[in-house]
């Protein structure tokens, strides 16, 4: 049977999430906690393979539920989003808050860091406001050994009115008695008790004064003493929620809001105002944790002296964007030098397959027009962006999941942070710009960390600026043939890697001063403040990394990088097929492009190529070919010497490969990032702007440095 909360048409339950229950007996369990404190891991290990992902009804914010079997009896774990707090000052926040209210569920677990327990704890008081059915998990205790940090969690639980349960889940320590504690509270064996938060005395009695009237309401399990202070907050869209799901009026005519109107009339009378309200209730948190915590916490060594060591390399002044660039270097080069066998390995194994697919239709006798369009066209190009896109991403990923595991992104977002600021956007971008190197459409989705709508909308718009594994072959092959010369063996691939950071760093240049633009003009704003947790620096789990990365970013971008190449193959292939006075329209559309395409320092079939590649990427460079060939189907050269042959040989110079690399580095995002753009956003408009922008930059500076290299007679 299905669990809905009631119908409200408010909040992030409220528009539609269904959790299935298997049968009544079932519990629903909500597991909360800040950002990197291995609350996901807790998830991963209790539910395994037994989970499904999607979005939360209304918001760009991922929800993860999973079985899990204890005895005879069967839980439903929710991951909610990482969050500091309940006060819904994000997305993120605002899903936790309403699932924990509103969600029904059975208990909450919140799972905190036990390197720094006191910061944690913010979250679990603000959860035991709402519902005394909470389970502390004291994870990373593993850590906190290492780290000399002692904790009597018999006297924290004491001091809590909580279960608390110490664990160490990467390696699944504790997680047996956790499920047993989370048992006995969601079928009422335990009966937690949490202890109150006492706020300020003016704020105090402006609660007293309304509880007495929530009081004649049914709250539906909801403490009056916690809508109370919520109604005082004042928070719209969460009294909005309120109000539909106590199906009670609370409008200024209201019992209640005339309840709340006197209490505030109180509250300013004693000189506090909304904002100092805020302040009062968010102290008040803090010191109740650094209250609970005294007597139970003892650190015989000063901790994170390891940590801090290492941040003062990775985030120093002078070291912390070097040591970003050079790592930045070593990730493309194993990229690239590991992904050229593995490539033409894959492709040799595809196009056997064609050849066997050729044999089968021969032997059908099948209509050669038939046999063109479905193996020459669709098979083909599904071929190459299989081949060529496969293998790097099966290295980027992992590589990129590596450091995210170790806990070294969150430092390229605090090195970039002054940067991004500058630009009036969000330090956050510098993460959604990483995850663009792999994929522009898993840039875009990363995007949903970023509070701001606004500043969401500058990173959505410059994340095509950073060039995705797609077109990595396209620049590679350029700087290989052009730049690099004569250049062999590991001095090609080095050279080859430092000119293509050389590429990305300008990629990097243009978004800040694209962002910049942005915010100054259709994205005015200031740019916000965010809370930047640093992790403490972990040894990665290479065998759940690599399983993680390839199934959850690997397999799911080629998927729909498949799903657009297909058609384009067959439209591909007519075009090179189908003749107008014996010349292929690939033909008459590659001249009626070559006066424009002049102008930017190509050529028609170049931008042609572009144009056609716009379903993947990858297919760009065998378009080129097919195209100065006149061939009937796509097609690669077995080494790059006899390709800038065919090149120069068409027209090709030093310049006209400088300004394909500028256009590859900046043009319209592939179908398959627009088609996560328009899912993401919601809209067709800023779908065509993310669309628009790269474009007509990438047009401009072409055109600027083609035609400053012919008035300088340098081309």
């Not at 969600?103 to 979250?123: H, I, K, Y």
């Not at 006066?595 to 170049?606: K, R, T, Y």
Request: charged share 15%; glycine share 8%.
């Amino acid at each position: 049977m299905g669990l809905t909360a009631e119908s409200t048409g408010h909040g992030a339950v409220d528009q539609g999430l269904v959790i299935q229950r298997t049968s009544p007996e079932e519990k629903v369990i909500a597991l909360a906690g800040n950002p990197n404190v291995g609350k996901s891991t807790v998830f991963n290990e209790l539910t395994g393979l037994n989970q499904h992902t999607g979005n939360w009804p209304g918001k760009t914010v991922t929800n993860a539920q999973g079985r899990h079997q204890h005895g005879k009896n069967s839980y439903v774990f929710v991951d909610l989003p990482g969050t500091y707090s309940l006060m819904a000052h994000s997305a993120e926040e605002e899903v936790a808050r309403d699932f924990i209210c509103f969600g029904g569920a059975d208990a909450a677990v919140v799972v905190c860091d036990a390197t720094c327990l006191e910061r944690n704890l913010n979250l679990v008081l603000q959860t035991a406001e709402i519902t005394p059915n909470v389970v502390v998990c004291a994870n990373l205790m593993d850590e906190a050994k290492k780290k000399k940090v002692q904790i009597d969690l018999k006297k924290l639980s004491q001091n809590l009115g909580l279960p608390v349960v110490g664990a160490a889940a990467r390696s699944g320590k504790g997680l047996k008695e956790l499920v047993e504690v989370v048992e006995q509270v969601s079928h009422g064996e335990i009966h937690p008790a949490p202890r109150p938060i006492r706020y300020t005395a003016p704020i105090e009695a402006a609660i007293a004064q309304l509880t007495p009237v929530l009081d004649q309401v049914d709250l539906k399990d909801l403490s009056s003493r916690w809508v109370a202070l919520k109604l005082l907050e004042g928070e719209p869209v969460l009294c909005a929620t309120l109000a539909g799901h106590l199906q009670v009026d609370i409008g200024p005519d209201s019992a209640i809001g005339t309840a709340v109107t006197g209490a505030w009339r109180q509250l300013q009378e004693q000189g506090i105002d909304r904002d100092k309200f805020l302040d009062n209730t968010v102290s008040c948190i803090v010191l109740a944790a650094e209250e609970i915590c005294e007597d139970c916490i003892t650190t015989t060594k000063r901790s994170g002296g390891y940590d801090r060591k290492l941040d003062k390399i990775l985030t120093g002044k002078w070291t912390g964007i070097p040591i970003m660039l050079a790592l930045l270097a070593v990730v493309f080069w194993l990229t690239i030098t590991g992904a050229n066998y593995p490539s033409q390995m894959l492709a040799d194994g595809l196009f056997w397959v064609q050849d066997r697919l050729t044999d089968l239709f021969m032997w059908l006798h099948a209509p050669a027009w038939l046999h063109g369009a479905l193996i020459l066209g669709v098979y083909r190009v599904l071929a190459w962006v299989v081949s060529v896109m496969l293998p790097p991403m099966a290295i980027f990923f992992p590589l990129f999941t590596l450091l995210e595991d170790f806990g070294y992104l969150p430092r390229v977002a605090f090195n970039l942070d002054h940067q991004f600021k500058k630009a009036c956007a969000c330090g956050k971008q510098a993460l959604t710009m990483c995850m663009g190197f792999g994929c522009n459409a898993a840039g875009i989705v990363g995007c949903r960390i970023i509070d701001s709508p606004r500043e969401r909308l500058i990173a959505t718009i410059t994340n095509n600026f950073v060039p995705c594994n797609g077109r990595f072959p396209t620049l590679i092959a350029i700087i290989s043939m052009f730049f690099v010369g004569a250049a062999a063996g590991a001095w090609q691939s080095i050279s080859s890697t430092l000119l293509l950071t050389g590429v990305i760093v300008l990629g990097v240049v243009m978004t800040f001063l694209v962002s910049r633009l942005l915010s100054k003009t259709i994205l005015k704003g200031i740019p916000s403040s965010f809370t930047l947790e640093l992790p403490p620096y972990r040894k990665p789990q290479i065998g759940k990394v690599i399983v993680r990365s390839i199934f959850d970013r690997t397999l799911f971008v080629l998927g729909r990088a498949v799903a657009v190449a297909a058609p384009a193959g067959l439209i591909i292939w007519l075009m090179a097929n189908v003749q107008m006075g014996g010349v292929s329209l690939l033909a008459h559309c590659a001249g009626f492009l070559d006066p424009f395409a002049h102008l930017i320092g190509m050529d028609g079939v170049i931008l042609l190529a572009f144009i056609l590649g716009f379903p993947a990427n990858e297919i760009v460079v065998p378009i080129m070919i097919m195209a100065y060939m006149s061939a009937g189907s796509i097609m690669e050269f077995s080494s790059l010497v006899q390709l800038k042959e065919l090149l120069v040989q068409n027209g090709w110079t030093w310049l006209t490969a400088v300004c394909t690399m500028l256009f590859c580095l900046m043009h319209w995002p592939c179908s398959t990032t627009c088609m996560t753009i328009k899912k993401e956003t919601q809209s067709l408009r800023w779908t065509l702007v993310s669309f628009a922008v790269p474009t007509l930059f990438g047009i401009v500076i072409c055109f600027i440095v083609a035609t400053t290299a012919r008035l300088l007679g340098l081309a």
